[in-house]
């Protein structure tokens, strides 16, 4: 979708009705600037893409909304500082929003450094984010909880299995049901040494092979993960 996307504005941009220099084509040359560094191994292909999403994904629409077309009645600073809640409003973090505010600072300072605006970078607010309240939502999972999961999922991996009838015979995987296993087993370990609690993947064990492993959250015992 986002590559059909890109090839859209791609067309837009080299058609003949564009000739003429529009703020949604200066923006779509910044791009094709990027796209270049990342040739000449001035920037990461990993950036590029980044702001290349950015630029189509935020910048553009609301562009559009604003139907900021003539670049002589552009004023940057009154033009743009409604587009943090633009994309609040469209459910964005206030951390992306943050990221899309740098690109678009970025793509003023060099269409005024390639001459093709004559006005200043825009002063656009970004929010301020709560690094503390960040990390106490996502605080470290205690060694002890840690040694709780692992001996969980070693179980999951060996655990007696029921037939359809009822009766529990020892696990006899097959290849595809034993690599799954292990991808999983993989999935949860790796998401609690980056103290991201795999909610889901241990609700599917307590739904599937009984209850949850009871866990701390920091102030006291519960079965939640």
């Not at 094709?32 to 629409?61: C, H, M, W, Y």
């Not at 469209?90 to 006005?119: C, H």
Request: some cysteine.
């Amino acid at each position: 979708m986002a590559f059909e996307k890109w090839q859209k504005v791609e067309r837009e941009a080299g058609s003949a009705e564009n000739l003429k220099n529009t703020l949604r084509r200066l923006f779509l040359m910044f791009i094709d600037s990027q796209e270049k560094d990342v040739a000449r191994g001035q920037i990461a292909e990993a950036t590029f893409v980044a702001k290349r999403s950015q630029v189509i994904n935020g910048i553009l629409p609301y562009i559009a909304l604003k139907k900021l077309r003539n670049l002589a009645r552009v004023n940057s600073n009154r033009d743009f500082r409604e587009y943090p809640a633009f994309r609040r409003d469209q459910g964005k973090n206030p951390s992306t929003i943050n990221n899309e505010v740098i690109t678009l600072r970025e793509a003023f300072r060099w269409m005024r450094r390639e001459e093709l605006v004559d006005y200043d970078v825009p002063f656009v607010e970004t929010y301020t984010i709560n690094q503390r309240k960040r990390d106490e939502r996502n605080s470290p999972i205690p060694v002890d909880d840690f040694v709780l999961i692992k001996e969980w999922l070693d179980v999951y991996m060996g655990q007696d299995i029921k037939t359809r009838w009822g009766n529990k015979h020892k696990p006899h995987f097959s290849k595809r049901e034993k690599s799954a296993r292990k991808l999983f087993r993989h999935y949860c370990l790796h998401e609690d040494c980056f103290a991201c609690r795999p909610l889901a993947g241990l609700d599917f064990l307590k739904m599937n092979h009984g209850k949850r492993p009871q866990v701390s959250d920091g102030q006291g015992w519960q079965t939640c993960i």
